[in-house]
């Protein structure tokens, strides 16, 4: 079945560092990638899509890559700030007619002063 | 501002009623989505509808329906039927059709008592 991976033990960095985040998927063929960002009690926030053809997207601090040999995406967060902390998730989508958006199960950055 | 208003935020259910959760968008969006959110799971989507007058079943689907009566609107009935309906429920909308980002409401919390 397909399965989604996301790291499920917190990332604790340091205020001023570059947050990595990893999204690796199995027996799954998605043409979207979507990452979210979650504030405890909230509904997530969508921050950015990049789809299979595109390597590499960025979004003022943000910056996602996709790739689809790997099966993985990661997410980086460049200068980081406290304000950062949440639980980034991760969804997958096919590319063809309707498809659900596939999450998975979040990994929470915690950034330090 | 437009978005998506989810209420009521806490609701407490007792064994064997059935409760139902709002969701309301002013955002235009044709199609709309119920995910459960429960610790250490993803998002596992619950019914969605693309357009008015039609819904399709999810992933877990059991124990759970909807209507979509209105562009704006998709209430979602816990009924008793539902084994372990404790979670956090999500109502998240999109324009549908493209692949973007969904927009959530912040969702309600329920407990069975």
């Known amino acids: 079945s397909q399965k989604i991976e996301q790291n499920s033990e917190a990332l604790n960095i340091q205020e001023g560092k570059t947050a990595t985040l990893t999204c690796n998927y199995t027996?799954?063929?998605?043409?979207?990638l979507q990452w979210y960002r979650q504030d405890p009690g909230r509904g997530p926030v969508f921050l950015l899509l990049i789809r299979e053809n595109e390597k590499e997207k960025r979004k003022e601090r943000l910056k996602v890559t996709f790739d689809t040999t790997l099966k993985q995406s990661l997410f980086h967060i460049t200068a980081s700030q406290p304000a950062d902390s949440a639980t980034y998730l991760c969804?997958?989508?096919?590319?063809?007619?309707?498809?659900?958006?596939?999450f998975g199960t979040g990994t929470r950055l915690l950034v330090s002063p | 501002d437009g978005g998506i208003t989810q209420s009521p935020k806490y609701l407490f259910r007792k064994e064997g009623q059935n409760v139902t959760l709002s969701c309301e968008q002013n955002?235009?969006?044709?199609?709309m989505y119920w995910y459960r959110q429960d610790p250490g799971q993803g998002l596992r989507l619950i019914y969605y509808s693309q357009i008015v007058n039609d819904f399709q079943k999810g992933d877990i689907a059991e124990g759970y329906s909807v209507s979509r009566e209105k562009k704006e609107s998709f209430p979602l009935t816990v009924t008793s039927a539902q084994k372990n309906p404790t979670a956090f429920y999500l109502c998240?909308?999109?324009?549908?059709?493209?692949?973007?980002?969904?927009?959530f409401g912040s969702g309600t919390r329920l407990t069975v008592v």
């Open positions: 969804a997958l989508q096919r590319g063809t007619g309707f498809q659900k958006l596939v």
């Open positions: 027996n799954y063929s998605p043409a979207y």
């Open positions: 998240a909308s999109s324009i549908g059709g493209r692949r973007e980002g969904y927009t």
């Open positions: 955002l235009n969006h044709d199609a």
